[in-house]
C-alpha cells in the first residue's frame, strides 16, 4: 500500500529510538547526528494525496484541507496518523507543517554555480540551537550521507574559483559572508564512493542543523530526485 522502503541502515551517525518521547528529548552526541523513530504506518496514504489533488509544485495541507476529505476506511487510518503525528509536535512546542510536493518549480532558476536547491545535499542551518523532524508518509523519501563521504562544494577548487569570479573580491573574510549570505556553504557534494542512505516511509526522523556551538556536525541530506509521473509525495517537517 505505501511504497517500497529500504532496511533502515546500521551508521554511526543514526541512533534508533522506540518512541516519540525519547526521539524528542534525545540529545545529539558524538557521531549522532540523525535521531530515528523507525515506524510502519498502516493506512492508505496514497488515496490522501489522490484526494488532495494538489497542482505542481509544493502545496501545503491545513487541517481543515485533510478534514474535508471523504476517505475510505483505510484512508481514514492514514489522515488519523497524520492528525495524531502533527498533535503530537504540536504539543512539544514543535512548528509541524505537512507539504504535499508534486516536483519543484523554478528548480534551478537562482542556481549560480554551486545549485542551492532542496534536490542538492545541504545541511539545514539556523541561528539558534534547532533541529529538523522528516517524515515522509508517501513518495520518494530524502536521503542522507554521512559526513565523511561529504566535501563543501565551496572547497572544491574549480568550484571555489568559480564562486570567487561571481563574487569578484578576494578569498576573504568578505567571500566568506558571500557564500552565507547566498547559502553556498551550506551544500556539500558527494566524494568518490559515497553511499546515501534513505530516510524511508513512515518513519519519524530528528536531524542535527547547523548552528552556533551544535555539539555535533550537521547532518547533509537533499530531497529524493523528481521522478516523472511518479505521484506526489506526502512529508511533514517541522
Ligand atoms: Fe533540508
Known amino acids: 500500500m505505501n511504497d517500497f522502503s529500504p532496511p533502515l541502515p546500521e551508521l554511526p551517525c543514526i541512533r534508533y529510538v522506540d518512541s516519540f518521547e525519547e526521539l524528542v528529548s534525545a540529545r545529539f552526541s558524538g557521531p549522532v547526528n540523525a535521531l530515528c523513530w523507525p515506524r510502519k504506518l498502516e493506512g492508505d496514504f496514497a488515496e490522501i494525496v489522490e484526494k488532495l489533488r494538489v497542482g505542481r509544485g509544493i502545496t501545503t ?9 471523504e476517505l475510505s476506511p483505510a484512508g481514514e487510518v492514514a489522515r488519523k496518523s497524520l492528525l495524531e503525528d502533527q498533535a503530537m509536535m504540536e504539543a512539544c512546542g514543535l512548528l509541524p507543517v505537512l507539504d504535499c510536493i508534486n516536483g519543484y518549480v523554478n528548480l534551478h532558476e537562482d542556481d549560480g554555480p554551486v545549485s542551492t536547491h532542496v534536490q542538492s545535499y545541504h545541511v539545514d542551518s539556523a541561528t539558534d540551537e534547532a533541529d529538523t523532524y522528516l517524515c515522509t508518509y508517501f513518495g520518494a523519501s530524502s536521503e542522507a550521507l554521512p559526513n565523511d563521504q561529504v566535501i563543501p562544494k565551496a572547497e572544491i577548487p574549480a568550484l571555489r574559483a568559480e564562486l570567487l ?4 573580491g578576494e578569498d ?6 558571500f557564500l552565507n549570505e547566498n547559502f553556498y556553504d551550506l551544500h556539500y557534494a558527494p566524494l568518490p564512493g559515497a553511499e546515501p542512505w534513505s530516510f524511508g516511509v513512515g518513519n519519524l526522523w530528528r536531524i542535527a542543523c547547523e548552528y552556533p556551538g551544535s ?8 530531497a529524493p530526485d523528481t521522478i516523472p509521473g511518479a505521484p ?6 517541522g
Open 61 to 69: 495541507i491545513d487541517e481543515e484541507t485533510l478534514a474535508a476529505l
Open 165 to 168: 569570479a561571481l563574487h569578484g
Open 172 to 177: 576573504d573574510e568578505g567571500f566568506a559572508e
Open 215 to 222: 555539539p555535533v556536525p550537521p547532518c547533509v541530506h537533499r
Open 232 to 237: 506526489p509525495r506526502l512529508l511533514l517537517i
